[in-house]
């Protein structure tokens, strides 16, 4: 009995330093041609990328992904000139992309798209001089573009009044292909190079004072043309490249940046090639990479294939030496909630678990885990940052084969606030 809760110790401790890195899963393949500089964000469940180009050509389609079904499908072409190394973000139930290079010079023309009726509208020109390469994303009702063309300025953009204002300008100083992206009330960018330098300096955005504060450095090498996002509390950066071109290496390699502890902690390598440019976004608890580039040797590679990464994927909270004795759904904290709540349920067997969140309607909106489960206590966290207030549930299915014979079945309600 002793060697059983010896071996089973061993294989917690094992089974929880995988599960908390991550985990990368390949899905389909961008609905356009391969490329590299395409922009991108989330809205409602659903991911959309665009623009962007291969070297020879620019692109101005547009393309929306359901995580459900694992399906790309072509919506109306961006608004404005075919183009790459634009800017984009979402704010509520529309997304916005704007900036960039076209064929024929550096562009300030910012443009909003509607999913409800698959239409882009022209908006006021960003507030700044026309770039490329700049940082852009949203906190609560604005939008924030900023840097890029090797500049250092950053405005607001206010979607009730269709105006830019001129804000605080970025703390780090002048530079281009840096990342950024926001968690809560708080913006951040960091990485890119400045036209002699690559970079890994780290700065956080309070709209509220107007104020830029240096955070810890980036936790890999400094580097430019990398992709990132944010998932409930956390930041993640990863990829890109490590030196001036043609003078380092393209990367894989993938960071977690926890804003209350202001530390990195690397996690799952990117399990895709290495490469620089590539686009992403988040869809609730996952994030997602794919397009790109990668030079080895004297070939340029273009990328088109796309992944996801869950950050959530088989946490386990107990270890498996006081296994569960029954199936056990918990309510979810906290509850009611503002942005994220975590989920918890027990399995005291071996089984195939989905836990997905349902509307007022009945409708399935997003899928938190669907995959098989160890015997354990388990926990998720469902980010909500872009759903409306409301009554949700959540409901778990248990089965013993992959097709979720629904051995056990449990919903629970919870509340959004806002």
Not at 6 to 16: D, G, K, N, R, S
Request: glycine share 14%; with cysteine.
């Amino acid at each position: 009995m002793k060697r059983l809760l010896e071996i089973l110790a061993f294989l917690y401790i094992v089974t929880f330093s995988a599960y908390a890195d991550g985990k990368w899963t390949q899905k389909a393949a961008f609905g356009g041609t391969a490329r590299y500089r395409a922009t991108g964000f989330s809205i409602n469940g659903k991911g959309y990328l665009g623009t962007g180009g291969d070297g020879s050509s620019l692109y101005k389609d547009f393309w929306e992904y359901d995580p459900q079904t694992n399906v790309w499908t072509q919506k109306a072409d961006f608004g404005g000139t075919a183009r790459d190394h634009a800017v984009g973000f979402s704010i509520g139930s529309k997304g916005y992309i704007g900036t960039g290079v076209d064929s024929w010079d550096k562009t300030k023309d910012f443009w909003e798209y509607d999913p409800q009726t698959n239409a882009w509208t022209q908006k006021a020109d960003f507030g700044g001089t026309a770039r490329l390469a700049a940082v852009g994303f949203s906190i609560g009702d604005k939008g924030y573009i900023g840097t890029g063309s090797v500049t250092k300025d950053f405005w607001e953009y206010d979607p009730q009044t269709n105006a830019w204002t001129q804000k605080a300008d970025f703390g780090g100083g002048l530079r281009s292909q840096a990342v950024g992206f926001s968690i809560g009330d708080k913006g951040y960018i960091g990485t890119g190079w400045n036209g002699s330098s690559v970079l890994k300096d780290f700065w956080e955005y309070d709209p509220q004072t107007n104020v830029w504060t240096q955070k810890a450095d980036f936790g890999g090498t400094a580097r430019w043309g990398v992709v990132g996002f944010s998932v409930g509390n956390s930041g993640y950066i990863g990829l890109g490249y490590d030196g001036l071109l043609g003078e380092g290496t393209s990367k894989k390699d993938l960071w977690n940046y926890d804003k209350e502890m202001d530390t990195w902690t690397q996690k799952a390598d990117f399990s895709g090639s290495a490469r620089w440019e590539a686009g992403g976004f988040s869809i609730g608890s996952k994030g997602y990479i794919g397009t790109g580039k990668d030079k080895r040797g004297s070939t340029v590679y273009i990328m088109g294939d796309f992944w996801e990464y869950d950050t959530t994927t088989s946490f386990v909270v107990e270890p498996p030496v006081t296994l569960p004795n029954e199936y056990k759904l918990y309510q979810n904290s906290p509850n009611p909630f503002n942005t994220s709540t975590t989920i918890s349920y027990s399995i005291p067997e071996k089984s195939y678990i989905e836990i997905a969140i349902y509307n007022s309607a009945g409708q399935k909106i997003e899928c938190l885990i669907n995959n098989l489960h160890e015997a354990g206590r388990y926990e998720v966290q469902w980010n909500a940052s872009k759903i409306s207030s409301g009554i949700y549930f959540y409901r778990i299915v248990a089965g013993s084969t992959d097709n979720l014979s629904e051995q056990f079945v449990e919903c629970k309600e919870m509340i959004l606030l806002r």
